[in-house]
């Protein structure tokens, strides 16, 4: 588990190195501000390392908010890292501005040769929704018709299974249908991890307001995507983590076949593993006895069987 007496922790994202240590990214925002909700808006990106995926050391803040005027000078949000052919460690992450007062994502990119040092890419984003597409904000902000922000967050970055460059996985908003309920996985696709091409989203909407932090794994041979989401369904469900069975990581995805994963006290888990080894949900502790608690939990082992989906392993 990891808790910070001074900080508040949430969305994470993992990564491990050549010598099996664990690297956990994490959103973090001071316990000072007294209410959890004023978080997102003062949001880092921590750092800590692990041997063994439960006890962590704390390291130097991996990314904060720019210097403004720029893209990323309110807050730097959830993202991904990979490794890089030529060695170098990329992390997309998600950033909202001062000047748009956070109401629009985008999403950037950290390079790093170490996993500790990190040097943004340039000073634009790297990757922005299309209208095509996607549900934009209009000049004036939010109005009839449309969400209270303009979703473009969570990037999940892996390689395309036939060789074939890389993909990005976005929680984004169709730009039709109910506005209760557009929520989809978007999508772009990159041959070099510099130049990013959008295209269309990979689930079509289905009553879900956001579909968050999506990721894919082949977890017990079954290719699987993984999403979270807070906003209510219009079927009445409860239930805030979902899966979705598809033929590869890059689907087809079919939203009807999700499924809900029984793990009412964790939100925006990851998959994460250690070499081959069995498969673990890590998420942060949305609530204690009522409370915010803001803390990553310790691993959840999980399987994924047919018919029952993923489910942790007692």
């Not at 240590?21 to 800590?48: E, K, M, Y």
């Not at 908003?173 to 989203?201: Q, Y």
Request: proline letters at 10%; a negative charge.
């Amino acid at each position: 588990m990891l808790r910070l007496p001074d900080h508040w922790v949430w969305d994470s994202w993992y990564a491990q190195d050549d010598e099996g240590r664990h690297h956990a990214f994490f959103l973090r925002a001071s316990r000072a501000l007294l209410d959890p909700d004023r978080r997102h808006r003062r949001a880092g990106v921590g750092h800590a390392v692990s041997g063994d995926l439960r006890s962590w050391d704390l390291a130097a803040d991996a990314l904060v908010a720019a210097d403004e005027p720029a893209w990323d000078d309110l807050a730097t949000w959830t993202g991904s890292v990979v490794r890089a052919p030529d060695g170098r460690w990329h992390m997309y992450y998600t950033g909202v501005s001062r000047a748009e007062d956070g109401l629009v994502q985008r999403i950037g990119l950290a390079v790093s040769d170490d996993l500790h040092t990190w040097h943004r890419h340039g000073d634009k984003p790297l990757v922005e929704a299309d209208p095509a597409w996607y549900e934009r904000l209009g000049p004036d902000g939010p109005g009839e018709g449309t969400w209270y922000e303009e979703a473009w967050r969570d990037p999940w970055v892996f390689p395309d299974p036939a060789g074939e460059g890389w993909h990005m996985l976005i929680t984004a908003r169709a730009g039709h249908g109910p506005v209760a309920g557009r929520g989809v996985v978007g999508h772009a696709r990159s041959t070099d991890l510099l130049h990013w091409t959008v295209g269309p989203p990979l689930t079509a909407p289905h009553g879900f307001g956001h579909l968050e932090v999506p990721q894919v794994a082949v977890v017990d041979g079954h290719p699987l995507l993984l999403f979270c989401t807070n906003t209510p369904h219009p079927h009445g469900t409860e239930n805030r983590l979902w899966t979705i069975p598809g033929a590869s990581t890059t689907g087809p995805w079919d939203i009807t076949a999700a499924t809900p994963v029984p793990c009412p006290d964790l939100y925006a888990p990851r998959l994460v593993r250690a070499g081959d080894g069995p498969w673990h949900l890590i998420g942060f502790v949305d609530e204690r006895d009522g409370v915010f608690a803001g803390e990553l939990s310790d691993p959840v082992p999980v399987r994924y069987t047919p018919g029952e989906g993923l489910h942790p392993v007692r």
